[in-house]
């Protein structure tokens, strides 16, 4: 069924595991990512990003998820990611995604507050809860700008928002960055720590495409409730349909090519479950 983040991130925070969240772009990779929770018995989130709905509208992507989730055993979220503006929380949000992320990141710091908190607002009215950011994420999400210098999130700004804005998740900066990352990178799993000691609410982990696993469990040790993945499931789907075409060069039915690119995908997603600890907690 579909469900909102809400009770799935709490129960995950209770149980000290992660709900993986990964980025879909087309119909293929949200039965791959269903299909694989289904097979872990693991809840699971789809998003996309607003270039995503650039490519598709919000209608387009959610309904591809609603009729996954509807066939589904396990609980599936559809959220919007990084949404960055209030018109397009709402579009999402109208569209039936159960789940929003405001990204203030942008902004100084009491803008960050006012924008998440409309959005808070809006959003709670109809039961949907809210992720927002604070500090930034690095890299490049798609087409938007990870921006210069990548401030990591202060602790003590983090209770301040929360407090102020009544969000429900928050997504930190620790040293993750979007995108393929030059060599491993280097996580400032003390702040997160210090951030958890804090702030009560579920935590998310961005930028996780290129995090090695043992990394990414320690995180949700310390207090990750949510995963994203983006830029790995691309290229699980982009590597089946290659080697299939290199295979097969003459093929033309996109049936063929993309059902070894939704197998990429379902295999690597099934991989990340195990890694965010979620196998059997549908
Ligand atoms: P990656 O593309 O690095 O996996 O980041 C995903 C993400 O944070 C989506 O919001
Ligand atoms: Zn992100
Ligand atoms: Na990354």
């Avoid at 702030?199 to 961005?206: E, F, K, T």
């Avoid at 207090?223 to 060069?249: H, Q, S």
């Amino acid at each position: 069924p579909l469900v909102t983040t809400k009770e799935l991130l709490l129960k995950a925070q209770e149980g000290h595991y992660a709900v993986g969240a990964f980025n879909v772009e087309n119909m293929e990779m949200v039965q791959a990512v269903v299909a694989a929770a289904e097979e872990l018995n693991a809840p699971v989130i789809m998003q996309t990003t607003p270039s995503t709905l650039k490519y598709a509208d919000a209608d387009y992507f959610y309904a591809n998820v609603k009729t996954a989730a509807q066939k589904a055993k396990v609980p599936v979220v559809m959220h919007l990611d990084h949404g960055n503006s209030f018109d397009l929380a709402m579009k999402a949000y109208r569209a039936g995604y159960t789940s929003i992320m405001i990204d203030g990141s942008h902004e100084l710091f009491d803008e960050n507050i006012r924008l998440t908190k409309s959005v808070v607002d809006a959003c709670h009215a109809a039961g949907v809860p809210v992720e927002a950011e604070l500090g930034k994420v690095g890299g490049k999400e798609d087409d938007l700008e990870g921006g210069e210098g990548n401030p990591y999130t202060v602790p003590s700004e983090a209770v301040e928002f929360v407090n102020a804005t009544d969000v429900d998740s928050l997504a930190v900066a620790i040293g993750t960055a979007h995108g393929v990352y030059k060599g491993i990178p280097k996580l400032d799993v003390e702040r997160l720590s210090e951030i958890r000691e804090v702030v009560s609410i579920p935590l998310v982990l961005h930028g996780t495409s290129g995090v090695p696993d043992e990394a990414v469990k320690d995180c949700i040790s310390r207090g990750i409730c949510k995963v994203n993945y983006a830029t790995d499931l691309r290229i699980a789907f982009t590597k089946g349909v290659k080697e299939y075409m290199e295979k097969n060069p003459d093929a033309f039915d996109p049936k063929k090519y993309n059902s070894a690119g939704r197998e990429e995908v379902k295999q690597y997603v099934m991989s990340k479950i195990k890694v965010c600890g979620s196998v059997d907690k549908a």
